[in-house]
Every structure is written in C-alpha cells, then in structure tokens.
C-alpha cells in the first residue's frame, strides 16, 4: 500500500484503529468492554491529568490507547509507583510510566524539560517523558534513528530497551511481547 494513498490526517486515524485493534480489544475480554478500560484510567486520575494526557498523545500523535496500555502494563495507574531494581542497577523504575532514571533525564533533554528525578511520581512529568520515548520509538528521530513504525516493537522496546529489543526478537522471533499485548 503506497503511503500516499493517505493524507496524512487520515494516515494518524489508521494508526488509531490499529492502535485500537493491537490494545483494546485484547483488553475488552479482561475489562468487560473496551470503553470500560478507557474508563479505568478516568477513575485513577485527577480531571487535569486526564486532560493532560489527552493533550499531550495528541501533540506528540501518540494513540493515547498505546499511552494507556504502556501506564496499565507498567504501574496499573500507580503513580507513586516505585518498581524493584534489576540486576545490579541502583535505578528503581519509578511513577505511573515505570521510567528509568538514566532513560528520564536522557529523554527531559529531548523533550525540553529540566531533569528532575523527583517529578517521575507525578503524572504530567511522566506523561511528557514517556510520550517523547514512544514517539522516538515509533517514529524515530532527526539523527538518523528511523523508528520502528510498529507498536509491538515500540512498546516492547520502551520497557527492555533498544538492545533488549533485538535479543527478545532473536529469541522469540517476534516483537509482542506482553508489553505489547494489553
């Protein structure tokens, strides 16, 4: 399929859809309905979160079911959440997008923030480090980073990295994983 067959407004509604295929109806057999999961979020957050949320995946054209998924995956909307460390890494993951220190200050620079590490237990600071990392990973960057173009790949490369992306896919032979599967 030629992409200009598409407008470009159109090309964001398709990856909306397919967003809403690769999410939410996985999650509509645990939920009950794929409204229902939306609605679980509303419930966990304050009225200016979610709107925050909703401004910032529209800015960023992040599907915000794809955001949605990430926060329930990683912290079930837990923003005080503080994860275990792993192997010998002082880092803990940290708010309701799990974030690595090391990878939040990386993507504040990116994204035009201040590092501040305490900001990860709130919902807005997170939301802006974790939409900039998405968007890098599905769309890629000006340095010559193409992106992957494929949620599976993006999701599952947001909580093992880059690197552990390619050794999941070599031992796997596929990217979903379930951090993309939600």
Known sequence: CSSDLFPSHDKVRIIALLALCLVLLPLSSHAGSSSKAIDDYKSKLT???VEFIEKETA??????????ALFKVESNFNKSLLGARSGKSKERPTGIAQMMPS?????ARQA????EPKRLL??????ILATTYL????????????GYADWHKALTAYNKGITGLNLY????GTAKSKFSST
Do not use: A, C, H
């Open 169 to 172: 896919i070599k031992r796997y």
């Open 135 to 146: 968007r890098y990973l599905y769309y890629g960057d000006e340095g010559g980073f193409k």
């Open 112 to 115: 035009g923030v201040k590092w």
């Open 59 to 68: 800015e960023k054209q992040i599907p915000i079911e794809i955001l949605l």
């Open 47 to 49: 009225k200016s979160e």
């Open 122 to 127: 709130e919902v807005e600071y997170s939301t």
């Open 103 to 107: 990878t939040g200050k990386n993507l």
